[in-house]
Antibody
C-alpha cells in the first residue's frame, strides 16, 4: 500500500515560486503503471488537477496553469516535485500529491497525500 | 466552470437512498472513458470511492454503487448514514484536453 507525503513551505510571497515535494513510500515510483500528479483545492472550493508526470518523463499540465508549472520526478529519492512560478493570492490552496493509475490512458487517483496548505501572502 | 457537471448539493435522511449525477460530453464520459468517484470527508484528503464506473476498492461498503450511461454517470448511496456526510467528486479523462478532469463536487448532507 503506497503512502504519499507532501512537504514544503506553507507561505509563499506573491510573484515568487511555490515549490513542493512528495515522498512515495514504495518502489511504485518506477512502475510504468502510474503517473505522479498534483491536485489543488482552494479554500471552500473544488478539486483542480494541476498536472502529472510519467516515469518516462512525459508530462501533462492543466492548460490554465501550463505556462507556470513544472513537475519532475526523482526516482532515486522516491520523490516528485511541483514548481509553480509567479504565484498570486489565487494560488492559495491545499495542494495534494497523488498517484494516478494508468492502463491504456491515465485513469484514477488511487492514493493521495494528506495535503498541505500553501498561502500566498506578503 | 468544471468540464464535468455535478449538482452542488444533495440531501437525504438516514436510511434513505440518494444519487449524485455527473454529466460530461462526447470527449470524456461519452467517449467511453471510465468514470471514477471520490469521497472527501471534512478536513481530509479525497479518497477513491469507485473506480472504472462501478468498482469499489477494498474497504468501501457495498452501499456505494456507481453507474454510467451515455454522457453521464451516477453515484448511488443506499442506507444513508451520518458518516456519509461529505463532498463527492466525479472524475474522468478528456480526449480534447488529453488529461483528467474533475466535476465541481457535490456536498451530501444527511438530515
Amino acid at each position: 500500500q503506497s503512502q504519499l507525503q507532501e512537504s514544503g513551505p506553507g507561505l509563499v510571497k506573491p510573484s515568487e515560486t511555490l515549490s513542493l515535494a512528495c515522498s512515495v513510500s514504495d518502489g511504485s515510483i518506477t512502475s510504468n503503471s502510474y503517473y505522479w500528479a498534483w491536485i489543488r483545492q482552494p479554500p471552500g472550493k473544488g478539486l483542480e488537477y494541476i498536472g502529472s508526470m510519467y516515469y518516462s518523463g512525459s508530462t501533462y499540465y492543466n492548460p490554465s496553469l501550463k505556462s507556470r508549472v513544472t513537475i519532475s520526478v526523482d526516482t532515486s529519492k522516491r520523490q516528485f516535485s511541483l514548481r509553480l512560478s509567479s504565484v498570486t493570492a489565487a494560488d492559495t490552496a491545499v495542494y495534494y500529491c497523488a498517484r494516478l493509475y494508468s492502463y491504456g490512458y491515465p485513469r484514477y487517483f488511487d492514493y493521495w497525500g494528506q495535503g498541505t496548505l500553501v498561502t500566498v501572502s506578503s | 466552470q468544471s468540464v464535468l457537471t455535478q449538482p452542488p448539493s444533495v440531501s437525504g435522511a438516514p436510511g434513505q437512498r440518494v444519487t449524485i449525477s455527473c454529466t460530461g460530453s462526447s470527449s470524456n464520459i461519452g467517449a467511453t472513458y471510465d468514470v471514477h468517484w471520490y469521497q472527501q470527508l471534512p478536513g481530509t484528503a479525497p479518497r477513491l470511492l469507485i473506480f472504472d464506473n462501478n468498482n469499489r476498492p477494498s474497504g468501501v461498503p457495498d452501499r456505494f454503487f456507481g453507474s454510467k450511461s451515455g454522457t453521464s454517470a451516477s453515484l448511488a448511496i443506499t442506507g444513508l448514514q451520518a458518516e456519509d456526510e461529505a463532498d463527492y467528486y466525479c472524475q474522468s479523462y478528456d480526449s480534447s484536453l488529453s488529461g483528467s478532469v474533475f466535476g465541481g463536487g457535490t456536498k451530501l448532507t444527511v438530515l
